[in-house]
């Protein structure tokens, strides 16, 4: 079995609402139960806090202030997003355990876990990202921090977000970038609105980012041809040492936000085609049985290292949309 490292605190706990709200810290007791009943809750490390410096590498002295400030009490920031009097010290160990797992990558092949809260994805440098309305529930973007470390260490980082909604913040923070290429498979025309085909990268980072939005009520045949074709050979030509997925599991069957019919094939098939690299995952999404079934799916497909067969139920949008990515990135990348 290939050591997994966890950094997990429960602190992470301490970011909560008032009254019910879908981000919240029973997630994290979804996780704990589901790896304890399989056995792979093991190898526990309590992260330190990001510094102030490498905080602010990330997002905007402004928009780290505003959230400073707003954490002293309970309130809403936006109509999706809330801060209390525990997010500030959560959302520095949340970007702390990312940044140190992304350490811990660059010299131990394995997976590494951050199981953490609040989550990141859509947070750009000073908040919401490209015109998106709302913080869609993040505060800090942890996969950007792991990515700059990766990148500082190795020179360039690969991300890999599979959460169902497009990772805006990460994409805005890196846009002109080309050190970091960042792939995203995700639901196309929901929540952000952004992460179609023709998202680029900026004037000298074209073919950095890698944007495949899938078509509603897509399962796993189709995510699975996607993935071989488009997510791979990006994977293969690039050879990294470590891979930063953003996972989210909120496109898993019965989970509310979004029209996916993801299972257990989908994420064990991830997971288990990374299986050779060493992998930093930084938990985004998924608020019920995605997280009970499929985060455990794709660490035991990362254990086993076994690919499931090739896809055969596939539709025809998601194949126009596979071709479509192809002929819009075909300049930077061979499929």
Not at 238 to 259: C, M, W
Not at 308 to 335: A, C, H, M, N
Request: proline share 6%.
């Amino acid at each position: 079995m290939i050591p997994t490292t966890i950094f997990y605190s429960p602190k992470f706990l301490d970011h909560r609402p008032r009254g019910y709200h879908p981000e919240n810290p029973g997630r994290l007791a979804l996780v704990l139960e589901a790896l304890r009943e399989r056995g792979l809750w093991a190898n526990v490390k309590e992260p330190n806090p990001i510094s102030e410096e490498e905080l602010l590498s990330i997002h905007a002295a402004e928009y780290v202030e505003a959230i400073r400030t707003a954490s002293k009490s309970f309130t809403y920031i936006d109509p999706d997003t809330y801060v209390s009097p525990g997010t500030w010290e959560a959302a520095l160990l949340a970007m702390g355990a990312a940044r140190e797992a992304a350490l811990l990558g660059t010299k131990e092949r394995g997976l590494h876990l951050v199981l953490s809260r609040p989550p990141g994805h859509h947070a750009g440098r000073s908040g919401r990202a490209l015109g998106a309305p709302t913080l869609g529930f993040c505060i800090f973007n942890n996969a950007a921090a792991a990515a700059r470390v990766v990148k500082d260490e190795k020179g360039k980082a690969l991300v890999i977000d599979f959460d169902a909604h497009h990772g805006n913040g990460t994409q805005e923070i890196f846009w002109t970038d080309s050190n970091v290429v960042h792939v995203d498979i995700h639901e196309r025309d929901i929540y952000p609105w952004t992460g179609y085909e023709a998202d680029i990268g900026g004037k000298g980072a074209e073919g950095s980012k890698v944007n495949i939005p899938m078509p509603h009520y897509a399962g796993d045949d189709n995510y699975i041809l996607a993935w071989n074709e488009v997510v791979l050979p990006i994977v293969e030509a690039l050879k990294p040492k470590v891979i930063i997925v953003s996972a989210g599991f909120d496109g898993f069957k019965g989970e509310n936000l979004t029209t996916l019919m993801l299972t257990e094939r989908f994420f064990h098939h991830a997971g288990a085609t990374l299986s050779n690299f060493s992998v930093v995952m930084v938990l985004e999404g998924g608020y019920g049985v995605g997280l009970k079934k499929g985060l455990p799916a794709f660490i035991e497909g990362y254990e086993r290292g076994e690919p499931i067969e090739e896809p055969r139920d596939i539709s025809y949008e998601t194949l126009r949309i596979i071709r479509g990515v192809k002929e819009v990135q075909k300049e930077w990348w061979q499929f």
